[in-house]
């Protein structure tokens, strides 16, 4: 079931009308719907019921506190990327226990602090960090818990910027070398070896790899057993696609019936790492017309968000619905490229849209949960957005629009 949908013409989240908290809040502004977040963790959680299991929510896909509250009282895991990450998870009341650190590049505090905090586990991704780890955890008399993030070069059949299990990527350690590498690692006093771990790409609208990449993670355990190095848990990474105009993304369901009966008999506990699956249709951005500008070529519709607000359109040239919050039936439909105030011609939400609309309008860039704030900038020193959670008949704002001071924060002039 949709969250965001039209009643009486009108755009709705939940039980708010999206124009209500446009009006309230101001635009440019990131809505969030609460039931989709819990319904999306849920079809991942129920999938893999009735087998050991950790759903870790990639928090990089939205870290807003409030998202990463509901989903940890919904007893989610958490995959962080960076010590600020770990913060946040910390702040919204996050199990460390069950929080998995991936990452090419930890630094000595960020792992210091993870180990501090109690993580289930680092997923090390190259010789060098492991060693690094190995000799923190030492100096803190402790063990670190650990998986190797292998490379195991499937192509994910997604667009290249977000492929990350092919050889060429810099993710990962090479699934030839691993093998040596979990032999070093057992030998170190610092490490504790829990488990094995990969990641192929996001946006992912095929079962296929995943089992290609299982079938060769396997492979891998199976030859580190003959060596009696015993894994724990395996990360089945890779993340699902979303929908974001007429994709077929499998669901949570079809992804775990294809993998679980490949891991039967393995005593393996089963990790996944959703981020946009979990929040991409979980969130819409906001916007309004400031004004209708003409060319001999093109018309474009000129709205208050900006690249910065949203950088999926222009970084990876993609496809985001755009739709009217209030339909309307008095001004003609017109093909519009939807654009922002940011100077560069890269500054697009979206091309050759057919829309009717006018002057003061509110638009709504759809699936935009995922993605969308967490990349956000300050760029043309634009404050971001303000974030609305709405829970039911109630729009929460979880973070105000930033001020001239938030931006200027830390700055200062020479004497
Ligand atoms: C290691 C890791 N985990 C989780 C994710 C989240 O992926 P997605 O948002 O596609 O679910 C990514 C992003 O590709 C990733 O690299
Ligand atoms: N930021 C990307 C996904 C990155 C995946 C993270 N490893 C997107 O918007 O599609």
């Known amino acids: 079931m949709d969250h965001f949908v039209y009643r009486d013409g009108a755009l709705w989240a939940e039980d708010c009308a999206v124009a209500d908290i446009a009006a309230r809040h101001g635009t440019p502004c990131y809505i969030y719907s609460r039931a989709t977040l819990t319904r999306h963790f849920r079809a991942f959680d129920d999938a893999l019921a009735g087998t050991d299991h950790l759903v870790c929510y990639a928090v990089k896909a939205n870290s807003n506190l409030a998202v990463l509250q509901v989903l940890a009282r919904l007893g989610a895991g958490f995959d962080i990327v960076s010590g600020g990450e770990l913060a946040r998870v910390l702040r919204a009341g996050g199990d460390p226990a069950r929080v998995v650190f991936s990452g090419v590049g930890k630094t000595e505090e960020e792992m210091r602090a993870a180990l501090q905090a109690g993580i289930y586990c680092f997923n090390v991704e190259s010789e060098f960090e492991l060693h690094t780890l190995d000799a ?4 803190m008399n402790r063990r670190a818990p650990v998986a190797l993030r292998v490379n195991p070069d499937v192509d994910a059949k997604t667009h290249p910027y977000i492929a990350t299990g092919l050889k060429t990527n810099k993710f990962g350690v090479d699934i030839a070398t691993a093998e040596q590498l979990y032999t070093q690692a057992a030998r170190l006093a610092g490490i ?12 992912l609208l095929e079962i296929t790899p995943f089992l290609d990449a299982l079938e060769r ?3 891998l355990v199976d030859r580190l057993d003959a060596r009696g190095i015993a894994l724990r848990h395996i990360d ?13 993304p499998p669901l949570p369901q079809h992804w775990a019936q294809a993998i679980r009966p490949r891991l039967a008999g393995r005593r393996l506990r089963i990790l996944a790492e959703p981020g946009r699956a979990i929040a991409g249709n979980a969130g819409i951005l906001v916007t309004r017309v400031l004004g209708i500008k ?11 968000a900006a690249m910065n607000d949203l950088l999926r359109p222009t970084l990876y040239q993609a496809w985001m619905d755009i739709v009217p919050v209030r339909v309307r039936s008095d001004v ?6 939807v654009v922002g105030p940011v100077c560069e011609t890269g500054d697009w939400l979206g091309k050759d849209r057919p829309l009717a609309i006018a002057p003061g ?5 759809r699936t935009a949960g995922a993605y969308g704030f967490v990349m956000a900038s300050n760029y043309n020193t634009r404050p971001r957005a303000a974030e609305v959670m709405v829970d039911g008949a109630h729009a929460h704002l979880v973070r ?3 001020t001239f001071e938030d931006l200027v924060r830390g700055e200062s002039l020479l004497p």
């Open 217 to 219: 993670v396997l492979a």
């Open 332 to 337: 003609p439909v017109r093909t519009y490229d």
């Open 236 to 248: 089945v990474g890779g993340g699902l696609g979303v929908r974001y105009k007429d994709e077929n």
């Open 136 to 139: 923190i955890a030492r100096s």
């Open 361 to 365: 309008d509110w638009l709504a860039v």
């Open 294 to 304: 003409s060319t001999q070529a093109k018309t474009f519709a000129i709205v208050d």
């Open 192 to 203: 504790e070896i829990v488990g094995i771990a990969s990641h192929i790409g996001s946006q």
């Open 400 to 402: 105000a629009r930033e």
